[in-house]
């Protein structure tokens, strides 16, 4: 039987990657993302090897995440495997000094956005007593930094949620996942510094950071790994980092 995986924020970085290595392995696709120029690239590049289709909406939206999941065509509806990977860094600021609305794009996103999406989702795997649900954090939710306050809660947050989730779930035989990556070259940081593509790249120099195709390789393991195993958490850094903000360059 062909499964179906639902990726948020497919459109770029690890959730693009996880679509291709995915798709690799012969798994449908749902690509959500807000940028639907992206995802139809996307979807055009993956429909020689499966079957794909799009969901254009923003996670931090919840009548939009129900909407979309929820209309669905019945032959996507049976989701077994979803990459709740959507989420954003706003700033980079001391807690006294932190934008309010940057902080409420994180929450909105990284926590709310999380658990729409997977509400919208889960009622069905419980009905059908299976699926997998990843969730992706981050060594920010494994350590607070300074003038990260925020964006480390929300992580907190994933982290917290994802081992709820597995309490609750795993009765009904749907494994959890949860994912927390180092430093990976993406559009992050730019995202983070509100398109200072220059201060972006400094986060990434002398050391060889994670490449999105490194946390694909994971996600992909995780879900195909055989019924009797379960990945509950696991941790990826670049080989030159110890602990979310020692990396040791050179």
């Known amino acids: 039987m062909t499964l179906i995986a639902l990726i948020t924020g497919a459109s770029s970085g ?50 939009a995440v129900a909407n979309a999941i929820g209309g669905l065509p019945a032959v996507w509806q049976k989701i077994d495997i979803l990459i709740n990977n959507a989420g954003n860094a706003h700033g980079l600021a001391a807690m006294q000094d932190g934008d309010l609305d940057d902080w409420d794009a ?30 992706i954090s981050s060594t920010a939710g494994k ?39 180092g430093a990976v070259e993406t559009e992050f940081s730019v995202v983070r510094f509100k398109g200072d593509e220059d201060r972006a790249a400094k986060m990434y120099e002398g050391f060889d950071p994670l490449r999105p195709e490194d946390i694909a390789d994971v996600i ?21 980092q110890a602990a979310a903000t020692t990396i040791y360059r050179k």
């Open 143 to 181: 350590q607070t930094y300074a003038n990260g306050v925020v964006y480390c809660a929300s992580k907190k947050a994933v982290e917290a949620i994802s081992e709820g989730m597995r309490l609750d779930l795993t009765q009904h035989g749907i494994k959890v996942t949860n994912v927390a990556p």
């Open 106 to 135: 994180m929450m909105d996103g990284n926590v709310k956005g999380l658990l729409y999406v997977s509400k919208a989702v889960i009622p069905n795997m419980v009905a059908r007593q299976t699926g997998h649900i990843v969730n």
């Open 14 to 63: 690890i959730g693009k990657a996880t679509a291709q290595a995915l798709a690799a392995a012969g798994i449908n696709l749902i690509l959500c993302g807000r940028r639907q120029d992206r995802l139809d690239a996307l979807a055009q590049e993956l429909d020689e090897q499966v079957k794909t289709t799009t969901l254009t909406f923003d996670v931090r939206d919840r009548a």
């Open 220 to 240: 992909l393991y995780v879900v195909t790994a055989p019924a009797r195993v379960s990945i509950a958490d696991i941790t990826i850094m670049a080989a030159a």
